[in-house]
């Protein structure tokens, strides 16, 4: 082959490649379109991806969270080998949540369809997506065992030959709470693969190929040689960081060792603490899923996500520790911890690269899951009905500053769901948001101040009680700045009357009262002296810095039409 025609080649390749991103973005925004909760169809929590008939994922779409697509990369491969591809046969679709071999809780579901064209298995298409509830306990932290935490479906035909599986639909719509949001979900996320399948056959036609096998190698080897490129720019050494967390009933020390060698980047979280006798555990696959995307976020953020660009990152975490727990420990809120991984790796690779990476964030999602009918607590003093509902409504706190920008507010990373609209919620469940604004002050002061929290405040419709399954982090140990940034503000629990809640665990929201949820916001980056005034000014009159932590924090001073007082200021920061 001459290089005119191997250049000919590669541009092919390269746009067979983009196809092949396109045709996944559409099955996840098929996904959106049909699935019938608000977690998929408002927040985007979920993961579309088309995988070659050895379970090698080739591209991913770009609506969905990294903890999904990344742990659902390992997961196909269990499909395999149950139901080997030579077996498939047209118009079966597989399903499982196992949390050991998809993305690490019961309440994400795996649906994994084979691709036939010309008789053969060219390709598999899978998504897994957050449902409203999986029965058990439901979606909270205080289950001891898995088996407390729902129905956990082992890997099975959800439909064989085109014949739906009519026994799992039947168990799921006698053991969750939310059957019509659950089967409906479950078949929505059927039809994305249905989708990605025809137009995948589509794709194959067009380019006159009959598999993906040469373009899987070159995607493969293309994202694997272009990450360790990215590697071996990074200073060679080994770098420690630990992060402390507020836990359950005790802290929780998340400690990593990373090393950059000339080909490959090793986390290794030994000295990590042990599992914990609630469900804040992570299995591995949910610790490799972040692990993997704190170190693309900050080395090759904009190489495309498959079996290659992950290949070269690589980790380990002892067995028994909270990273690394095997069955039958409890895991259905893994998200609280496996969050704060990309901070924990971060505060690594910020000693690696010479442009620093971010500060701490409040990282974890802040989940509304709440919970009402007859049986909640306070029922009996409540002069009505009290109808039954499960909710499950997305809030983040503030991101940490940057090396060179400020932190987003009220912005979900790493998780990357967006949030859920308020009117969306309201439509569906009895409750009202009294209160969703941004929380001053919460930002940390630095030269480039840490993104904002923001203040909740929920009731129930004509005063009805209800329960929270609260899951919130950062309330005993705030997110940290970096080169002299200052450390972001704690978040808070508490019901409109006053009494604090704990951070985590069921609890009730009384008659007439509403919970009221303050979250955690981002560190700070550099000193808050160096932040330009005009930048201080601007952040006071949109309700972000107080006047007060203008003066105090950053050196300046406002006169009365909110416009910086050089004089002052240049005084203040002398001193």
């Known amino acids: 082959m001459n290089k005119s025609t191997s250049e000919i080649s590669s541009i092919k390749m390269q746009v067979m490649w983009d196809r092949l991103i396109s045709v996944v973005e559409e099955q996840a925004q098929a996904l959106v379109r049909t699935a019938f909760s608000t977690s998929v169809r408002e927040a985007g929590d979920l993961a579309a991806a088309v995988f070659d008939d050895q379970g090698r994922m080739l591209a991913q779409a770009v609506t969905g969270t990294p903890g999904h697509i990344n742990a659902m990369a390992e997961a196909v491969v269990h499909f395999i080998k149950k139901f080997p591809v030579e077996n498939m046969e047209p118009g079966d679709v597989f399903i499982t949540n196992d949390p050991w071999q998809t993305s690490g809780h019961l309440h994400d579901i795996t649906v994994v369809t084979p691709t036939f064209y010309k008789e053969k298995v060219v390709g598999i298409f899978a998504n897994t997506c957050h449902v409203v509830d999986i029965g058990g306990r439901g979606f909270g932290p205080d289950a001891q065992q898995v088996f407390e935490e729902g129905i956990n479906i082992p890997i099975m035909h959800l439909f064989q030959k085109g014949e739906v599986n009519k026994v799992l639909i039947e168990i799921l719509s006698t053991n969750v709470r939310e059957p019509r949001q659950v089967v409906g979900d479950i078949y929505s996320f059927a039809s994305a693969n249905d989708i990605g399948c025809r137009r995948m056959i589509q794709m194959l036609k067009e380019f006159s190929i009959d598999n993906l096998q040469s373009l899987a190698e070159f995607i493969i080897e293309n994202s694997r040689a272009a990450t360790i490129e990215r590697i071996k720019k990074l200073k060679k050494g080994k770098y420690r960081n630990e992060l402390t967390m507020d836990g359950y009933d005790q802290p929780v020390t998340l400690a990593a060792e990373l090393t950059v060698g000339e080909d490959s980047i090793h986390v290794d979280y030994t000295g990590t603490s042990a599992a914990s006798n609630y469900g804040i555990n992570v299995v591995l696959n949910y610790t490799k899923a972040y692990t993997c995307f704190g170190v693309k976020c900050a080395v090759a953020p904009d190489i495309p996500n498959n079996y290659g660009s992950l290949d070269p990152i690589t980790f380990s975490a002892p067995d028994g520790c909270i990273l690394n727990v095997k069955r039958p420990f409890a895991v259905a809120a893994r998200h609280i911890i496996g969050h704060l991984l990309p901070d924990t790796v971060f505060g690594c690779l910020h000693q690696a690269l010479s442009g620093g990476c971010p500060s701490e964030g409040s990282a974890s999602l802040w989940i509304l899951q709440l919970r009402g009918g007859e049986a909640v607590s306070g029922a009996e003093t409540y002069e009505g009905d009290i109808p039954t509902f499960d909710l499950l409504h997305f809030n983040a706190g503030g991101m940490g500053a940057r090396p060179t920008k400020d932190g987003l507010s009220a912005t979900a990373f790493p998780s990357g769901v967006r949030g859920v609209p308020v009117e969306a919620t309201e439509a569906i469940t009895p409750v009202v948001f009294w209160r ?84 955690a916001g981002g560190g700070g980056f550099g000193n808050p002296l160096h932040r330009d005034p005009v930048n201080v000014a601007r952040d006071v009159s949109n309700g972000f810095v107080s006047e007060k932590s203008a003066r105090e924090d950053y050196g300046v001073a406002l006169d009365a039409n909110g416009e910086v007082n050089q004089n002052d200021t240049e005084l203040l920061r002398s001193q």
Request: with cysteine; glycine share 16%.
């Open 436 to 519: 969703k604004e941004f929380r001053e002050n919460s930002g940390a002061p630095g030269r480039y101040r840490g993104g904002c929290g923001q203040i909740i405040e929920i009731g129930g419709l004509d005063g009805i009680p209800f329960d929270v399954l609260a899951m919130y982090e950062r309330v005993y140990h705030a997110p940290r700045g970096r080169e002299d940034g200052k450390d972001g503000a704690l978040g808070q629990v508490y019901l409109k009357t006053g009494k604090k809640l704990k951070p985590k665990g069921q609890q009730n929201i009384p008659v007439n009262d509403s919970l009221v949820l303050e979250l």
